[in-house]
């Protein structure tokens, strides 16, 4: 199963990944990872990469696609893998699609984790956590049980972080939405896209993610086999004709 994940933040799609690796036993991918590891190992393509960085610039979609081929390639990667966070536009799409063509390894499918803006607002403004353990809060979702109070330590610094104020989240996710909605339709016109309602209990969504993984695999096996079918009438048609 060769599969991307696409997801607002905060939609899950993190979590959701790390549960399919776990169910399929295939790896996930992630650019961010490989880049971090191209790095440390100072391959080639590692030191290109730091190149564009020391140089204050942003890794090339061309650096990025070649160290994502490097790692497909790889035998763990045959019975599939998750692509997560690459692609984010349209352009790196196609030329990931390119990329995988070429290594025999086409997508099955897309998966977007469908969450409305407005309870994506929610979960990430909400967020708070302990400065003496580390518990996670959202005030919306799972207070604490008395308001500013750790339920775990019982200390009474419960933050929020910098970044996760109103104005900052908004701003990420109209980013998210500009650049993804082309990948979603590249993918919906690809026959690819799947759909998951993203909303509730995380068991919840990933039994939803797996039925809809299901269902576009016998989808598929069934295309396949109209496609086969279709062709050996085609074939069947020549030979009738060449018998006329
Ligand atoms: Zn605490």
């Known amino acids: 199963m060769r599969i991307v994940m ?15 690796v776990s169910k399929y036993g295939i790896p996930q991918v992630s650019t961010g990872d490989l880049l971090r590891e191209a790095l440390a190992s100072g391959s080639d393509l590692g030191q ?31 019975g599939g893998f998750i692509l997560d966070g690459f692609p984010r536009n349209l352009a790196q799409a196609e030329a990931l699609d390119g990329v995988l063509q070429s290594l025999g390894k086409p997508l099955d499918g897309a998966v977007l984790m469908d969450v409305d803006n407005e309870l ?9 956590s302990c400065k003496d353990c580390g518990a996670v809060y ?11 109070q750790c339920d775990k330590c019982g200390g009474n610094q419960l933050v929020r972080r910098a970044d996760d104020n109103e104005a900052t989240i908004a701003n990420r996710l109209n980013v998210y939405d500009q650049q993804t ?12 896209l799947i759909s ?19 269902a576009a695999a016998a989808a598929g096996d069934a295309s ?7 062709a050996l009438t085609a074939h069947e048609k020549s030979i009738d004709k060449k018998k006329d």
Do not use: W
């Open 138 to 148: 959202n005030v919306h979702f799972s207070p604490p049980t008395v308001e500013g």
């Open 48 to 78: 290109q990469a730091k190149a564009a960085m020391d140089a204050g610039q942003l890794v090339s979609d061309e650096i990025v696609l070649a160290i994502i081929r490097e790692r497909l390639a790889r035998p763990d990667a045959n």
């Open 181 to 192: 909605s082309p990948l979603i339709d590249h993918y919906r016109g690809l026959g690819l």
């Open 120 to 128: 994506l607002m929610k979960r990430l403004t909400g967020r708070l």
């Open 196 to 214: 998951v309602d993203a909303v509730g209990d995380v068991d919840d969504v990933f039994d939803r993610v797996v039925a809809s993984l299901s």
């Open 6 to 20: 696409l997801g607002a933040p905060g939609s899950g799609k993190g979590t959701q990944s790390q549960k399919l």
């Open 224 to 230: 396949m086999a109209d496609a086969a079918r279709a």
